[in-house]
């Protein structure tokens, strides 16, 4: 039994240490998840608790580490959904209003990084978290749409949309950049 | 793979919540716990509280005192409520600063950079060389 099936299995028999260090294993994953679908640090910080709670009366249903990892991709992204439903009445927000996502690593460029957060945070609801789940989360197609409960070429006509008009949003914010 | 791509991913990266977040979640599993636990103490049990607070509303039991207690604890906790967000929105504005000062300085040193190669460029070049065409950097 490799180290994090070990810690699985000592959560589920109520070791309060094994899970807290499942909870920091896996705290940026779902935080990140939460905030860039819900564009509202607070609120994502409040969802990703429920999350890790809702996972804490689960455990003993959680077979292995890749198991996981999925359920709690999976959980994040249906309990953002409904997030998103309940406040649909809400006006959207203008690219500008976009909040930062808090504490990133350094970028590479971060003028293009920057440009490209706030692209994709003004894309609508689902393909946003297709986006996010491929890129934040480097999950195939086929994965994407196990999680979402989405038939696989909904997923790929999300992300070839979604990319196509990035780029193009890009090359205008930007000017004549190559991507 | 394009280079689009790669941005992404670049751009996309995980963030690490606030440094206190394992703390609460571990704090709402115990008080999640304690609450449990509770209930199910021997003659703890939800019918008996119930009969209590049905007592303490019936007209013959109704005192002004434990009317007054009642609602001091209501207000209580209405104000501790509001404390509570207060504090959550004052931290989150403070994360977000903090970020956004960040991105500021990463942002400085990028063009700082851009600027410095430009210089070392031209004195490599001499002091009577043309500058060389605008390029796009990364």
Same mark, same amino acid.
Request: glycine share 4%; with cysteine; proline share 8%.
């Given at each position: 039994m490799d180290l994090a099936a070990e810690t699985l299995a000592r959560a589920a028999e109520g070791d309060q240490g094994a899970f807290a260090e499942i909870v920091r294993g896996h705290q940026a994953m779902v935080y990140?998840?939460?905030?860039?679908?819900? !564009?509202?640090?607070?609120?994502?910080?409040?969802?990703?608790?429920?999350?890790?709670?809702?996972?804490?009366?689960?455990?003993?249903?959680?077979?292995?580490p890749e198991h996981l990892r999925f359920w709690l991709r999976r959980v994040t992204?249906? !309990?953002?959904?409904?997030?998103?439903?309940? !406040?649909?009445?809400?006006?959207?927000?203008t690219v500008?209003?976009?909040?930062?996502?808090?504490?990133?690593?350094?970028? !590479?460029?971060?003028?293009?990084?920057?440009?490209?957060?706030?692209?994709?945070?003004?894309?609508?609801?689902?393909p946003r978290l297709v986006v996010t789940l491929r890129y934040q989360e480097d999950l195939e197609p086929a994965e994407i749409a196990r999680v979402l409960d989405m038939p696989v070429n909904t997923v790929k006509s999300h992300l070839r949309r979604s990319l196509t008009l990035l780029r193009e949003k890009v090359t205008r914010c930007l000017g004549e950049v190559e991507v | 793979m394009s280079r689009l791509d790669d941005?992404?991913?670049?751009?996309?990266?995980?963030?690490?919540?606030?440094?206190?977040?394992?703390?609460?979640?571990?704090?709402?599993?115990?008080?999640?716990?304690?609450?449990?636990?509770?209930?199910?103490?021997?003659?703890v049990t939800r019918p008996r509280w119930r009969r209590a607070l049905a007592d303490l509303f019936r007209p013959l039991a109704w005192r002004p005192a434990l009317a007054g207690a009642l609602a001091a604890v209501i207000v209580a906790a209405g104000l501790g409520a509001g404390e509570y967000r207060r504090h959550r929105q004052e931290r989150a504005e403070g994360e977000r600063a903090k970020a956004q000062v960040m991105l500021a300085l990463q942002i400085a040193s990028a063009k700082l950079n851009v600027a410095q190669k430009k210089v070392q460029e031209h004195h490599r070049r001499g002091p009577g060389a043309k500058p060389a065409a605008h390029q796009q950097s990364n």
């Open positions: 990140s998840l939460a905030c860039r679908f819900l !564009r509202d640090a607070a609120l994502a910080e409040e969802l990703a608790q429920e999350v890790f709670l809702d996972l804490y009366r689960h455990l003993a249903t959680i077979e292995s992204s249906h !309990r953002c959904i409904d997030e998103g439903r309940r !406040r649909q009445r809400r006006p959207e927000l500008d209003e976009m909040p930062e996502l808090g504490a990133m690593p350094p970028q !590479r460029d971060p003028i293009m990084a920057l440009t490209l957060q706030r692209l994709v945070a003004a894309l609508p609801d689902k | 941005e992404l991913r670049a751009a996309l990266g995980r963030a690490e919540p606030p440094p206190d977040f394992t703390a609460r979640v571990l704090a709402r599993v115990a008080a999640e716990q304690a609450a449990a636990t509770t209930l199910a103490r021997p003659g």
